[in-house]
């Protein structure tokens, strides 16, 4: 059975290079990161030439050879421009990367012409990958956020790029002003007495430094309630916006838009609300002592301000951003005044660091690291694990977060949580009507809603089914019922509520002696009435499955917001003894071992980490010479080209491959990697820098070189 897939558009691309790129002895290739971002309606990728390792910005080196004992680098005459390196020394063979578009609607080559064909023929090809993903703005601070969940990683959209010279000897992010921003994944809970920091350089009148909203994406969706908003206006002045029933703002006196490095705080709290330029305070009212109330996320490079009386053309801001941080607390003039007297990053970062941040951006992020959590908008997450040895590996939709914490009964495990609106796991492989069976798993939640643990219907997906019992759910008290379907629902129920916010192991039974349900080792509630159940052939759903009306206590949310960990299916009713070997198994490593003991159907441990769009990413890859194609990935037989994209072929990591293909030197070599993202929104990931981790290049000689390339604005909808 296949899974369900929403359509969207496929990724075709091609870059032709020289087949004699020089590797390191070990077949192994630095990383080629195709970063791309995504806006409707677009189709052209725009090449970006990043620096890699020792090679200058703007350039890149596609071969070399050996003069004596130096290494040397090659001048070509495409537009991608000459390489500098440790020497000066030119070769006579070798080619930058053009400039040219790459269409995503047609096949086009990107070729230069090389000042010489080369020297040294391939003798082996080689692809690698390490990791994909979405890149990240890494949030250093160690301390809680207003929502108590820690450090908040930041996403980068569009026209962004990564490490420009910043202040204090750092690095920073360079922003269009059209297109490029950056957006916090986890949600604050109405920040009050907090302190903005951030250090700014533009000459353009436009943009907001950093904003707060109560939508995760305002550049798509437009806001509700927004504030806390640091911006230029028309004048190319400085402005902080509060609204509190009223837009109350703050100016600064001088010009901010001269091109220089620039030291902003804002803050707001009991004091008043304050605006610092450079360590001075520039602008103050004592009457402003809060904002509005609202959840939200912040914002960097971007902020929806409509409201404001003096708001620029653009809402994007033109220029680079660096050592973003919000402190909740109101700083004082002395330690705003201290922190611009930091002259090296270290000082800085410490000074930074001592006020206890609640997220503190350092923005010298490479674009190359990927984030592994749930991503805004998107749908399936990851392919999570059986390790039942069944293969009925288990697909997370929506609003799923890998890598969490497990149940602390279990050591140093790892959960899923889920968001409690579109999140949920759903099966790939269909069960035959099961009728005698235990459910296990450990869940936690603080919902007032209900919720679903685990359930079974005759649909994959999270539409309408036609058949559907054998649910295991919390109700709006917090109890746990187990329910099934024999001509008339059949439910046991708890008599104690376990929405407590603590895990809590659950079993629930359906056998010949009617249903039962234990929680923590203990057995809560049994029905012997409770069998057989309906007989129909379905999938097993966690955290949500469907739900109607016949239930007489179902729950308001068919979904559950919370967490699960250690779940499975064993075909058979289990003792009490093994249930209670299983609650007091103390690790998650002795759990899996007493689970595989008892032979379960399906057992998804839950401890999987993998990148949201890893995980939904469908990829092949394939080498061309002449009339020759090898497909790389999937690995194909030499001369085979690749099949159609197929969710089996999702990218999480290819490792390194080697290839067949021997090319003579001056032979061009075709790359064609095609990607669609599946079972997932493509506006979820509209924009957002793609990373999928790949190299390619051959070998000739045991010279450790080899070179990277980026399209850090690329502009196609996935």
Not at 454 to 477: E, K, P
Request: negative net charge; contains cysteine.
């Amino acid at each position: 059975m296949k899974l369900r897939r929403k359509a969207v558009s496929v990724l075709q691309f091609e870059f032709r290079r020289w087949a004699h790129k020089a590797v390191g002895s070990s077949g192994l290739l630095c990383a080629l990161l195709l970063v791309l971002t995504s806006a409707a309606s677009a189709s052209a990728f725009n090449a970006v030439v990043s620096s890699s390792g020792s090679f200058s910005a703007g350039t890149v080196q596609l071969a070399g050879t050996t003069a004596g004992s130096v290494n040397c680098y090659s001048t070509g005459s495409g537009a991608g421009g000459s390489v500098t390196a440790s020497n000066t020394q030119s070769c006579s063979n070798g080619s930058p990367i053009p400039a040219g578009e790459l269409s995503s609607a047609a096949t086009s080559t990107a070729t230069t012409t090389l000042s010489s064909v080369g020297s040294v023929n391939a003798t082996s090809a080689t692809v690698a990958s390490s990791s994909c993903g979405v890149a990240e703005l890494a949030d250093s601070a160690s301390a809680t956020d207003w929502s108590g969940t820690g450090p908040n990683t930041a996403l980068a959209f569009g026209g962004l790029t990564y490490q420009a010279a910043g202040p204090l000897s750092s690095k920073a992010i360079t922003l269009d002003g059209s297109t490029g921003w950056a957006e916090s994944t986890v949600e604050y809970t109405n920040p009050e007495a907090f302190t903005v920091l951030a250090w700014f350089k533009t000459t353009s009148a436009q943009g907001a430094v950093t904003g707060f909203s109560n939508s995760q994406d305002p550049v798509a969706s437009s806001p509700s309630s927004y504030d806390r908003a640091l911006w230029i206006d028309p004048a190319g002045k400085l402005d902080w916006g509060i609204y509190n029933g009223t837009t109350d703002e703050l100016t600064s006196p001088s010009v901010v838009d001269t091109g220089s490095w620039v030291f902003a705080a804002a803050s707001v709290g009991s004091a008043g609300t304050a605006l610092y330029v450079n360590g001075t305070k520039v602008a103050f009212a004592a009457g402003v002592t809060t904002s509005q109330s609202y959840s939200g996320w912040w914002s960097a490079g971007y902020a929806y301000l409509t409201l404001w009386p003096d708001i620029p053309a653009s809402y994007y801001f033109a220029g680079s951003l660096a050592q973003l941080a919000v402190v909740p607390s109101q700083l004082t003039a002395a330690q705003v005044t201290a922190l611009n007297g930091d002259s090296t990053l270290s000082t800085y970062t410490a000074g930074v660091n001592a006020l206890s941040p609640a997220s503190y951006w350092p923005l010298n992020d490479s674009g190359a690291v990927p984030y592994e959590g749930s991503v805004p908008g998107a749908g399936a997450s990851a392919t999570l694990v059986d390790a039942s040895g069944n293969a009925n590996a288990g697909t997370a939709e929506g609003g799923v977060s890998l890598a969490a914490t497990g149940p602390a009964a279990l050591g140093t495990s790892a959960a899923v949580t889920l968001n409690g609106s579109t999140g949920y796991v759903e099966t790939a492989s269909s069960y035959a009507n099961p009728q005698v069976f235990s459910l296990v798993a450990w869940f936690k939640t603080t919902s007032l809603s209900g919720g679903t643990v685990m359930g079974f219907s005759n649909v994959q997906g999270n539409g309408t089914a036609i058949n559907y019992d054998r649910i295991l759910w919390l109700d709006n008290s917090g109890k746990l019922v187990f329910g099934i379907y024999n001509g008339t629902e059949a439910e046991v129920t708890s008599t104690s509520s376990y929405n407590n916010g603590a895990w809590h192991m659950v079993v629930a039974e359906l056998s010949a002696s009617g249903e039962q349900l234990w929680v923590d080792g203990t057995l809560v509630a049994t029905n012997a009435s409770g069998t057989p159940a309906q007989s129909y052939s379905g999938y097993w759903h966690l955290g949500w499955d469907y739900f109607t009306a016949y239930w007489p206590d179902e729950p308001t949310n068919s979904y559950l917001a919370g967490a699960l960990s250690e779940a499975a299916v064993v075909s058979s009713q289990l003792t009490a003894s093994q249930i209670s070997s299983l609650y007091n198994a103390g690790s998650a490593a002795a759990f899996a071992l007493v689970m595989g003991q008892l032979a379960p159907a399906s057992y998804w441990p839950l401890q999987d980490s993998a990148s949201n769009i890893c995980g939904t990413t469908e990829v092949t890859l394939q080498e061309t010479l002449g009339a020759s194609n090898t497909c790389i990935y999937p690995p194909e037989p030499v001369g085979t080209a690749c099949p159609a994209l197929s969710s089996g072929y999702l990218l999480t990591g290819l490792g390194s491959r080697s290839s067949s293909i021997v090319a003579t030197s001056g032979s061009p070599v075709t790359v064609t990697i095609k990607m669609k993202l599946s079972a997932t929104s493509a506006s979820g990931v509209a924009r957002l820098h793609m990373l999928p981790g790949l190299a390619f290049g051959t070998q000739y000689s045991s010279t450790p070189w080899s070179a990277g390339i980026s399209y850090p604005n690329a502009s196609v909808e996935l």
